[in-house]
C-alpha cells in the first residue's frame, strides 16, 4: 500500500505523512512539542504540580475546618457542671459544696454580724476541703471559690459576712495559716453579697478552680 502523501510545510511538494524531513528542502515536518520533547515534559510536570497544590490548599483549609468544628465541639460537650454535693478535684484537693443558702442576716448585726444592704442579699456557702495528695498542702495553694452568674461575672466573698457565718455555723476547723495534711479534711466557709433582684434570676454558679458548682 502506497504511504499517504501531504504537502511540505514549506515547499509544498508532496512527501510521505510522518517523515521528520522533506527530501526536497530539508525543512523539519515535526511541531513544536514532538521537536521539544524534554521542554514539554518538563511543562506538563509544571502545570499537574499547580493544579496538585491548589487542591492541596483546598484540602487542608477544609481540614482545619473540620478540625475546629470538631474542637469547638468537644470543648461544649467537656462543659460540665456539678452539683451540691458532688466532689470536685482541683489539684492536691477534693472540695465539695455541702450547704447553699440566700440569707438576710447573718448573726446579730449589732455585735459582728451581717445584714445585707438595702436591694441585696447574702448567698452563703459552706465547703469542704480534703488532700487528696501525700503531701501537705498550703493556703496558698488552695483553689479560688467565686461566685459566678451565667453571664460569666465573678463575685469575691464578703470577709467580714463569711467570718460572721462561720462563727454562726460554729465551723472553726478552716486552716488558714496552716498546711493541711494528707488525708485531712476541713470545712470553710463563704458569703457573697450580690443583688436580689439579679439573684432570683438566671442561673447562678459557684467555680471552684476551673469547675462549676450550679447553684440555681
Known amino acids: 500500500m502506497m504511504a499517504k502523501l501531504v504537502p511540505c510545510k514549506a515547499c509544498e511538494k ?9 527530501p526536497s528542502c530539508g525543512k523539519d515536518q515535526r511541531n513544536w512539542f514532538m521537536k521539544h520533547k524534554i521542554l514539554t515534559a518538563i511543562g506538563i510536570l509544571v502545570v499537574i504540580s499547580i493544579l496538585g497544590s ?5 484540602t487542608q483549609e477544609q481540614a482545619a475546618t473540620d478540625t475546629n468544628v470538631e474542637v469547638e465541639a468537644e470543648e461544649v460537650a ?5 452539683k451540691v454535693g458532688e466532689a470536685i478535684v482541683a ?3 477534693e472540695v465539695t459544696v455541702t450547704v447553699f443558702e440566700e440569707m438576710e442576716v447573718i448573726g446579730d448585726p449589732d455585735f459582728l454580724g451581717k445584714k445585707a444592704s438595702e ?7 459552706q465547703y ?12 496558698f495553694s488552695y483553689p479560688t471559690v467565686s461566685l459566678l452568674d451565667e453571664k460569666g461575672t465573678k463575685y469575691s466573698s464578703d470577709i467580714d459576712a463569711s467570718s460572721s457565718y462561720a462563727v454562726e ?10 498546711d493541711l495534711n494528707p488525708d485531712i479534711s476541713v470545712t470553710d466557709t463563704a458569703v457573697y453579697e450580690v443583688s436580689k433582684e439579679k439573684f ?17
Not at 119 to 125: C, K, M, P, Q
Not at 128 to 139: A, F, L, Y
Open 54 to 58: 491548589l487542591g492541596g490548599n483546598d
Open 200 to 216: 432570683a434570676q438566671g442561673s447562678w454558679y459557684v467555680q471552684i478552680g476551673d469547675a462549676k458548682v450550679q447553684l440555681k
Open 169 to 178: 455555723t460554729e465551723i472553726d476547723n478552716s486552716k488558714i495559716f496552716s
Open 78 to 82: 467537656e462543659e460540665k457542671f456539678y
Open 14 to 22: 508532496e512527501i510521505a505523512k510522518g517523515v521528520k524531513k522533506c
Open 119 to 125: 436591694g441585696g442579699t447574702l448567698v452563703a456557702l
Open 128 to 139: 469542704t476541703m480534703k488532700n487528696i495528695s501525700d503531701e501537705p498542702v498550703g493556703m
Open 91 to 93: 489539684d492536691n484537693l
